[in-house]
């Protein structure tokens, strides 16, 4: 029998561990980054719905007591006064 040959194989990784672990975790915060938005997108639309409703009932409210007779309130220092009363208040 002839001499015995041998081959000599040396495994390597192709991608390195720690670009592994970097690409996996800007992964990872992209998606949480964007499920985060996700999330306050959802819970805008019902915010500005009900700020839309309570708006809505605070000028019928308003409305439904008589209103201001056509006033609008100024706030000040002392809490909400007719404009005609703050603009015209002796000085």
Do not use: D
Request: hydrophobic letters at 45%.
């Amino acid at each position: 029998m002839e001499g015995t040959q041998s081959e000599r194989v040396e495994e390597s990784y192709a991608y390195p561990v720690p670009a592994l672990v970097s690409h996996i975790g800007g992964f990872m915060g992209l998606l949480l980054g964007a499920s985060i938005l996700s999330f306050l997108q959802l819970l805008e639309i019902p915010l500005l719905k009900a700020y839309g409703l309570v708006m809505w009932a605070l000028q019928e409210c308003g409305r439904m007591v008589g209103g201001m007779g056509g006033r609008r309130l100024a706030w000040t220092s002392a809490g909400p006064r007719s404009r005609r009363a703050f603009l015209h208040q002796p000085h």
